[in-house]
C-alpha cells in the first residue's frame, strides 16, 4: 500500500509486537498518527472477505461505536486512526465496563450494514492423533502432552462440529476479547475487526461475557460480570437467545482451531514472514493443549452461568 496519502513521516515505522495473527506498526506523519496492519493472508484459516470487513467498519464508525477510525485498506493491508488507551489485561473487567460492551454489542447486530458473503465457518480438523505424530518425531516441547491429550482434542472436535446452534445468526464482530480491547478514560474501545462476520448470537454473546468475566483460566470466574455482559444487550434492545452448550460452542472452537493452526507453524520449524513469531506459536500451543481440555470438562458449569 502506498502510505503517502498520511502525510510526511515524522519518524520511521515501528512494529507494535503482540499480536497472535498479523503484524501491526505505529506510523507517525504530520497528519497524525496511524495503526498499519500487515495481514497474514497466506495461511490463514479461512478466506478473508476484506472489502465485507472494511465496509462494515466504515458503517460501524459512522453509527459511533467507540472503534479506531478506519482510513483505508487493499488486499493486505490495512490502516487505522491510532488510539491511545489502556490495554485490557485478562482478568475480570468492571461491571460497567461489561454493561457497556453489552450496549455496544446491540447497536452493533442492529447495524444496517451490507456482507455479501455467506457465514465464516472453519471446518472442524480431526487430525489430531496424526499431529501429535508429527510433534513427537520433530521433537516438538509439547509434543507428550498432545499425545496424551489426543482423545479428549477429538472429542472436542465432535462437540464443535455437532453442537447445535439456536440462532439468530448477527452480522457482528465475532473476537470482542481482552486482547481486542482498549479502556480509554475507562470506556470500551473495540479494535481488531478483521474476523468479522455472520455468527450465531449465543456463540458471540457466550464468548464475550466470558472473556470478560475470567482470567487466562478458568479460576475466579465472576458471574457478575457475565450477568452485566447480558444485561447491557438487552438494555441495548437486543434479545437474548435460548440458553445452552451453543453459547460457548464458538468460543472453544475458535481456540481449538487457532491451537491447530500453530501447530502446523511449529511443525513448520520456520519464522514465517507474516503472521506471529515462532516463540509465540510455541507458547499459543502450550496454551491451548493445557486448557482447552479444562475449559471443555467445565462446560457444565459455564452453562450455569446462563441461569
Sequence with gaps: MDLSQLGAPVGPMI????GFANRMYRLDTDQGSFAVKELNLGDRRWAYHGEDVFAFERT?????????EPIS?????????????????EAPVSAAYAFEIGEILARIHALDAAW?????EEPVARDWPELAARAAATGQPWAEELAARVQTFQAIARFVDTCE???????????????????RR?????????LSGLLDLSGELGSTALSLAKGPGLDGIEPAVFASVLDGYAAGGGVLPPSGPSWFAH????WLGHTRWNILRCLAGVEAATGPGLALSHESVRDGVRGLPVLFGRLGELEELLL
Excluded at 455479501?116 to 465464516?120: E, K
Aim: charge should be positive; hydrophobic fraction near 45%; glycine fraction near 14%.
Design 251 to 254: 468460543m472453544i472452537g475458535g
Design 73 to 89: 485498506a487493499d488486499r493486505g493491508t490495512l490502516v487505522h486512526r491510532w488510539v491511545e488507551g489502556e490495554k485490557v489485561p
Design 165 to 183: 446452534r439456536p440462532g439468530p445468526v448477527v452480522l457482528t464482530h465475532r473476537d470482542i476479547q481482552p486482547w481486542n480491547l482498549l479502556a
Design 186 to 194: 475507562g470506556r470500551p474501545v473495540v479494535l481488531d475487526w478483521e
Design 15 to 18: 512494529r507494535v509486537h503482540g
Design 116 to 120: 455479501s458473503a455467506g457465514p465464516v
Design 60 to 68: 460501524a464508525f459512522a453509527a459511533g461505536i467507540p472503534m479506531p
